[in-house]
């Protein structure tokens, strides 16, 4: 008894540190006998110790719950939310010349084909009064970012600039165990470019859009970064890509619990 009592309290203090923004949220009406939070922590505590949720609910909290308290669609739906995680990925171009140096020049750092990228946009062009298409020609590398709807960056890579964002993708899921347990453990979601890929939902609705400029903000900041960084080797450029990323995701964190 002393053993559940002592694990209840020390999970539910843990997940109401994590989840300080949700209980800052005021709720009108009168205060469920179980709140959501309490809810969490009795399954948690259910899957520690091979015991029912009801039982420890009877135990731990009152003995007259029952379980219509606990188990009601609508209330495991709140639960289910509060430990949900969506991770986005997306993909931007670092440049490592101008393109005439790259052309007229080799590139010490980086040489070879395999440097040149091409990507196509789509500009509005106020004489035309339509959007129109063309390709863009890059001499770069192609920088991947994970990170969570708060700009928490969870994984960073890079490959050549002409390495196209899905197959940059399926590389990282073949030679890296911590991506491919981000993959098992959490969902993707990407832009219209990742559709057919396997592990990544593509965003269709305007709230799912909406939670990628956190990755959008991202890719702005390694942009800034690169340009006054002065590296000079590719093993430099991605220890200060991954020393910013940490950087960039603490000040986050932090700005976010704050």
């Known amino acids: 008894m002393k053993t559940f009592v002592e694990k209840y309290n020390q999970i ?3 997940i109401s540190t994590v989840l300080e923004d949700y209980l800052s949220k005021k709720k009108a009406g009168r205060p469920p006998k179980l709140g ?3 809810i969490l922590a009795l399954f948690m505590l259910s899957y520690r110790t091979l015991t029912p949720v009801l039982t420890l609910a009877k135990i731990l909290i009152d003995p007259s719950i029952q379980s219509y308290h606990i188990f009601r669609k609508s209330r495991m ?7 949900e995680l969506k991770l986005i990925v997306d993909g931007t171009i670092l440049e490592l010349a101008k393109l005439s140096r790259a052309r007229s020049h080799r590139i010490r750092r980086f040489s070879g084909k395999v440097f040149w990228g091409k990507r196509k946009r789509k500009v509005y062009s106020e004489h035309y009064e339509e959007f129109i298409e063309f390709e863009e020609v890059f001499y770069g590398m192609l920088v991947m970012v994970v990170c969570d709807e708060k700009g928490v960056v969870y994984d960073l890579w890079c490959h050549p600039a002409s390495y196209h ?8 899921q073949r030679k890296s165990a911590w991506f491919r347990y981000l993959l098992e453990s959490f969902e993707f979601i990407g832009d219209k470019a990742y559709r057919g890929c396997e592990g990544v939902k593509v965003c269709e609705s305007k709230e799912e859009r909406a939670l990628r400029q956190a990755v959008e903000s991202v890719n702005a900041q390694i942009k800034l970064f690169n340009s006054i960084s002065r590296w000079r080797s590719g093993v430099t450029m991605l220890a200060y890509l991954l020393g910013y990323a940490i950087g960039y995701s603490f000040f986050r964190k932090s700005h976010a619990q704050g």
């Open 165 to 172: 964002e899905v197959r940059s993708f399926r590389i990282r």
């Open 36 to 38: 959501d939070l309490q």
């Open 12 to 14: 539910l203090q843990s």
């Open 77 to 83: 739906k709140r639960v289910f939310k509060l430990i």
